[in-house]
């Protein structure tokens, strides 16, 4: 293991990136023949990544290629890539990104809005000029991408342009809420030979434009967004295929209520597969399409599915209460056209296997534990690996359950976090692996789990830090919760000496919302700097997992419907009074902190439990859920119009004038996600309330702080305001 120099941490280092130990391999992925394996990599520990590869037969690794001419930076992008980097939550440079043919040995790489190819050891350049969302065939053969709001592919003679869309149109292109919210970042599908390509039709022109002003930039910018607000009327959506070869195009009658695209993919028989999620995310549907118009009598007919050229059949409906979670989960084994999907109908995500027409032949995995997602199929040996926990959700690891029946078998037996990636000749798997003693190394292993290579050994930073102690409480009405704490480096004054007697204060760390987990038994958890630098200067840090949050199951999520920021203060109140029992925190002098949701929560806390929380710092929160997107919202807390009192209920704005403690409010203006406008409201109500508040505004960020600078200040002003105020 290697170690680096001890030292105490600073605002400089709070705000850096990579954190320590985690200037590891990313974008890992094997080469079609599974004789390599590629990864983006900084040999100087920075955010600009040249691309490797490790040698499976002599296990050597190497430099393998370099951004060709100028890398890609922050500043030398597109605002369309920088929009896309801010959906990926996408930090690093360099080469950022690149692609695989499945079955051929030729890799795609984007670079700055043109396009590269890589062949026999050879770097070309396909194209150039805002190429986006670049694909390649199974065969690699064809590429595509969205260039100019339209689908094109690169034949012989050069770029073509695959279809027109109206003026008031995209096509190719995701809408806003699919990138932000259902996890879908493309908007269009080729087939795996290239002959067809599905694409996503979008018109915007009837949503209101947002506009978003660069106020510290010169000259003046102005950003125009449409952005569709909790209640009202969503981008109009139209699903296409093109035909390659002739460039015909139908448009396909989805033949379904008001809702959302989910996800497409391409049936190995030549149907479309398309999952169409209703609005109120309470209904999803597997629908698939023959294409018989677009194929031509000569192509091999797939099964009949219905009337008509275009035949159209329901496979499978899932409805569940309070809402349906998506996943990425179905999976067609070819020679048999079973399919595999996941469901959350007994409470835990578990896998299922269905016959070609839907009809269920067995469920795969079972019990109080969750089958979180799917890794691989291995068709050829009937088995299906996935990611999980069984015994605690503090850990995640790697499994695999035959198509047959019979037990789950646990590949990865080391306690803490696993990420894999399997070979294509299920061979071999990559084991990323972290915990909170642990920073992540990247070793090869055969299918039994023994280790092959290493590809990259765990970095030891010998900072000043400590691993937080992990525990379990209960709370006032019996439900398990999970939660962190950091001690202090340093004992507080004894009884008498100062405020707290003897008890050191209190800052609580929340999220609290959907979707991300806490407290688990990882790496992140120990190089959360923030956490570790408050607690050097004093502080107890505290996070707790309330319900609502992920990993524990549906039921486990479903007590925030409809009425968010309320059961989750009342966790957060009683993990403070439970840390209290422990003997070394002061719960008279306790802050809170967060950002997005977690901004959210902390107002909330503030606001609604003032007798518990008595300082808080509340980053890009919402404060209004009318002025939130339609997707997310409506998810959790249905609409405006049918939830008046879940809204009214879960604004900041409602109790603005019951604020006593110390605020200080952090928001970049040019968020384009949680809008400056949220916290611009928040303002002017407590202005009118006459409470005073701080604030810490950054003219030229987004949802996430990028600026290293601003980075550096926001720590340093968020200690100040604690030790001033605890």
Known sequence: MKTAERSQLTPEL?????????????????????????YLFSERGDLVRDLWRLDLTSGRREHWLSAPGEAVTEENISRDEALRRERLRLRETGITEYFWAEKANVMLLPL????????????????????????????????????????????????RRLTTHPPDATNGLAEFVAQEELDRLSGYWPSPKGDLVAFEQVDESHIPIYPIVHQAKEPLQIEEHRYPFAGAENARIKLGVVSVASGRTIFIDLGVEEGYLARVDWHPDGRLLVQWLSRDWTRLELRAFSLLPLLGEAHPSPPPMGEGRVGASTILVENLEPWINLHNDLRVVEATGEFTWSSERGGFRHLYLYAPDGKLIRQLTGGDWPAEATVALDEKRRQLYFVGWRTSP???????????????????????MHGVLLAPDFSSFVDVWDNREHPPSITVRSMTGAPQHVLHESTRVDLDLQAPELHQFRTRDGVELHAAVYRPHFPPPPAGEGQGGGRAPVIVEVYGGPG????????????????????QHGFVVLKVDNRGSARRGLAFEAPINRRMGQIEVQDQVDGVRWLGTLGFADTERVGITGWSYGGFMTLMALFTAPDVFKAGVAGAPVTFYQGYDTAYTEKYMGTPADNPDGYRLGSPLTYADQLR????????????????????????????????????????ERHMPRSEKDRVDMERRLLEFFQRNL
Do not use: C
């Open 14 to 38: 709070v705000a850096r990136y990579p954190r320590p130990g985690l200037a590891i391999p990313g974008r890992l992925r094997y080469t079609p023949d599974s004789k390599f394996i590629t």
């Open 112 to 159: 700055r809005g043109e396009l590269y190819r890589w062949a026999e050891g050879t770097v070309s350049r396909l194209t150039g000029g805002g190429v986006i969302d670049p694909k390649i065939t199974d065969d690699g053969r064809r590429v595509f991408f969205v260039r100019e709001n339209d689908v094109w592919t690169i034949d012989k003679d050069g770029d």
């Open 394 to 416: 503090l850990e995640r690891h790697l499994y695999r359950v035959s198509l047959d029946g019979g037990e789950p078998e646990e590949l990865t037996p080391e306690p803490g």
């Open 516 to 535: 991300p987990q806490m407290v688990n038994d990882s790496w992140a958890q120990t190089v959360d700097l923030r956490a570790q630098w408050l607690a």
């Open 661 to 700: 403690a110390p605020l200080l409010v952090v928001h970049g203006m040019i968020d384009e996600n949680v809008h400056f406008r949220h916290t611009a409201r928040l303002m002017q109500a407590m202005i009118d309330a006459g409470k005073p508040f701080e604030s810490l505004i950054y003219p030229n």
